[in-house]
């Protein structure tokens, strides 16, 4: 079983709703990231915090912003959703920082987004 | 050439087949390669490192030939439970430092009885 626990496991929420999903982690991996995931394609990093700090935003629309309030939980605030941003919402850690050489991702299940 | 590249399949195999999987990576400078099983609607799963020297582990042997851009995952004696989507994984390089984990678009496997 993984020790990442997203929450919720699924959402259901209209274009103007405000909602947040949530990520957590008590391995002391000091990284975290947050994938998007469509159905038959690969996961596709979105941000990555790096000993609480924000390191890598792949250019994600404003409408999603994370926040990552201490070293073991990791949120995704949505606003404004399209029904494009529908998805699998992967959340990772890892030990080390993001580009330490073979370092391993651990994923939580995921939290399915669907935006009507 | 695309950053991760697979074999595009599926590939449907009887159980007790030998199958092997591909991948070609874009950048000669990264140096961590992962292959990871993913099961419909679950997260990826982490199945194994590939190192240069080549490991192995049970019936999954994995090889990387640096100087092809080549990683190459083989499963002996297929069970049914085998049954997955795997992805071949590789960090990205930024102007000569190690970047962040990208997943090719895996490659589907069927095991049938």
């Known amino acids: 079983d993984t020790e990442v626990t997203q929450t919720p496991k699924h959402l259901v929420m209209g274009m103007t709703n405000k909602k947040s999903l949530k990520c957590e982690q008590h391995?002391?991996?000091?990284?975290m990231y947050w994938y998007k995931q469509k159905a038959k394609k690969p996961p596709e990093l979105m941000f990555v915090y790096s000993y609480e700090k924000l390191s890598i935003n792949e250019s994600v629309p404003s409408r999603f912003s994370p926040e990552c309030p201490n070293s073991s939980l990791l949120n995704l605030h949505l606003h404004a959703l399209q029904p494009e941003d529908s998805a699998l919402y992967l959340c990772?850690?890892?030990?080390?920082?993001?580009?330490?050489?073979?370092?391993?991702?651990?994923f939580g299940s995921g939290t399915q987004l669907s935006v009507l | 050439r695309k950053e991760v590249e697979q074999d595009p399949g599926p590939f449907n195999v009887p159980e007790g087949a030998t199958v092997a999987f591909n991948c070609t990576y874009s950048?000669?400078?990264?140096?961590?390669f992962f292959w990871y099983r993913q099961d419909c609607r679950k997260e990826p799963k982490l199945l194994m490192s590939?190192?240069?020297s080549g490991n192995e582990d049970g019936r999954f042997t994995a090889q990387l030939n640096r100087a092809s851009q080549y990683i190459s995952l083989l499963i002996r004696d297929s069970k049914l439970s085998d049954s997955a989507t795997y992805l071949c994984?590789?960090?990205?390089?930024?102007?000569?430092?190690?970047?962040?984990?990208?997943f090719g678009k895996g490659t589907k496997l069927s095991v049938k009885p």
């Open positions: 391995m002391g991996h000091r990284a």
């Open positions: 950048n000669s400078a990264s140096q961590s």
């Open positions: 994984v590789v960090n990205r390089v930024y102007g000569g430092s190690q970047g962040n984990l990208i």
């Open positions: 990772a850690s890892s030990q080390g920082p993001s580009g330490t050489t073979n370092e391993k991702l651990f």
């Open positions: 590939v190192y240069s």
